[in-house]
């Protein structure tokens, strides 16, 4: 299966932005999609995760509150709704998704073997 991450772009601080990360190739097959994001210079880090069947939602701390993460399972897509974007969102954004992820695993990039491309998300201030 291939992951399609799109959506990304330039926006203005308090901004809104939604991510959208397409699966092809054959039905997904996951327990868990997840966000990630890798600023310049820093290393990647989950963002947020979905449980694909039951819809149980996890996030950063930092962005509780202003993105919401969510999926159809019909279109074997996935989402990310960014509101209340700030400069430190900068960032490329990568979605994953793995059958074998477990809940203590779901924000270990490690546990993911599926990856979208990555798309650009630039706030200004």
């Known amino acids: 299966v291939q992951l399609q991450a799109s959506g990304g772009g330039l926006v203005q601080a308090r901004g809104l932005l939604r991510l959208s990360c397409a699966a092809s190739g054959r039905t997904l097959s996951t327990r868990y999609m997840a966000w990630f994001r890798q600023a310049p210079g820093k290393e990647r880090v989950f963002v947020a995760g979905?449980?694909?069947?039951?819809?149980?939602?996890y996030y950063l701390d930092s962005v509780k509150g202003r993105f919401t993460i969510s999926r159809d399972k019909a279109k074997n897509t996935g989402y990310l709704q960014m509101s209340s974007l700030r400069p430190e969102d900068t960032a490329v954004y990568y979605c994953?998704?793995?059958?074998?992820?477990?809940?203590?695993?779901?924000?270990?990039?490690?546990?993911?073997?599926?990856w979208g491309q990555g798309t650009l998300v630039t706030v200004s201030s």
């Open positions: 994953a998704a793995d059958p074998s992820v477990i809940l203590s695993s779901v924000r270990s990039q490690d546990a993911y073997g599926y």
């Open positions: 979905i449980n694909w069947s039951g819809g149980h939602t």
